[in-house]
């Protein structure tokens, strides 16, 4: 597959216009540097023993996998760790390193939900390289939603990153079928790089090519003065493994796409 390289916005931090040009340009904005690794050191470092405890990876030049079954993972125990849960309160609390490093980004204060996820990817792990989705789909929304995806671990590039479909939020909510044919991008990350981008825009999973397990923590924000969603899907089968919203996307239930233009080939522009 075919993997353009997504540019970082760092030259545009101090010019809200144009990061917001680019923005509704690409659906994503890309910053490096953007937390400082140790903000994110006590969840990584859970993060790891966690994974070194269930005996599928193991710490050498960062998380590598060990090779054995991925049965022993228990997902729920990912959620809970302690780092996590402390994040989470600081984020209900104002007083998180993410929210900030948000403002800077979209240009306004930015409001962040009192929640957030981690999530993994193995290598040699076919079954869950999450296949192309639109995070709305999950949502019952009506605002101006980010996800803010930040890396947790080095990321080579096309090694397990995202692969994003640049432009594809023009397009709004889509089929579940019709998510078909894009022009994928992608970066390499590094620990405190950050990824935000519109709900609406087309992404997926890339397979791992080494042996690293890929962990990332996401969250999700709007402009202070807009609403939160109505309802959100994250139960049951959803959280295995703490995948984007992959479970929460059988064929989704809005059609909307911009008069005349064709939903089947998803274009990067």
């Known amino acids: 597959m075919p993997l353009a390289e997504l540019p970082a916005a760092n030259a545009l931090l101090g010019d809200p216009r144009s990061m917001a040009t680019r923005h509704q340009q690409q659906g994503c904005l890309l910053v490096r540097d953007a937390l400082e690794p140790s903000a994110l050191a006590d969840l990584i470092d859970e993060a790891a ?67 957030a996820r981690l999530h993994l990817a193995f290598p040699g792990d076919p079954d869950h390289v999450t296949p192309p989705h639109q995070d709305s789909g999950a949502l019952d929304w ?71 397990v890929r962990i990332a923590l996401t969250v999700i924000g709007s402009a202070q003065w807009d609403p939160r969603p109505s309802a959100a899907a994250h139960a049951g089968e959803q959280a295995r493994l703490g995948l984007c919203e992959r479970e929460a996307s059988p064929p989704f239930l809005s059609r909307a796409t911009p008069e005349g233009q064709s939903r089947r080939t998803l274009r990067s522009s």
């Open 142 to 212: 009506i605002g101006d939603y980010r996800r803010l995806w930040i890396a947790l671990g080095e990321i080579p590039f096309g090694d397990g990153g995202l692969g994003l479909a640049a432009g594809s939020h023009r397009y709004r909510r889509l089929p579940l079928d019709e998510l078909l044919d894009g022009n994928w991008c992608t970066a390499a990350m590094s620990i405190g790089d950050v990824l935000a981008f519109d709900l609406n825009l087309v992404h997926r999973s890339l397979p791992i090519t080494s042996d690293r």
């Open 49 to 115: 023993a966690l994974l070194e405890r269930w005996g599928v990876a193991r710490r050498a030049d960062g998380v590598r996998a060990t090779g054995s079954p991925i049965a022993s993972v228990v997902p729920a125990e990912l959620q809970r760790l302690p780092a996590l849960a402390t994040l989470i309160d600081r984020i209900a609390a104002g007083t998180d390193p993410i929210a900030p490093v948000a403002a800077r980004v979209f240009g306004c204060p930015m409001a962040l939900w009192p929640e």
